[in-house]
């Protein structure tokens, strides 16, 4: 079973592995984290989509900043984070902007 976790470089670890994906965000000390199986699967018009997974958003101590319960999130300002429920997750690749994000949902 494959899960992720965070180790500052002295080799403690700041984050167990527990969870199925951590990525960063850019504006806050906070992590994005996701759990359930990252299914990727493609629409009718070729778009690549992202299933499967809940995201949540965990502080540098691991305690839960947003319950992992959305669909997806993005960080839209320093500790300010939209939330989607509903929507696909797709790969964004228009105008070589390449970023996964949400549409459609609530």
């Known amino acids: ?7 500052k470089l002295s080799v403690d670890i700041l984050i167990e592995p527990k969870y199925d994906y951590i990525d960063f965000f850019e504006l806050s000390d906070c992590y994005k984290v996701m759990i359930g199986d990252l299914n990727f699967d493609n629409d009718q018009n070729g778009q690549l989509l992202l299933k499967g997974t809940k995201s949540g958003v965990i502080d540098s101590k691991d305690k839960i900043v947003i319950p992992t319960t959305y669909d997806w999130i993005e960080e839209i300002a320093p500790n300010l984070w939209a939330v989607n429920n509903g929507g696909n997750v797709f790969y964004n690749d228009v105008y070589q902007e390449e970023y996964w994000t949400a549409q459609g949902g609530k």
């Open 1 to 7: 079973e494959c899960k992720w976790g965070i180790i």
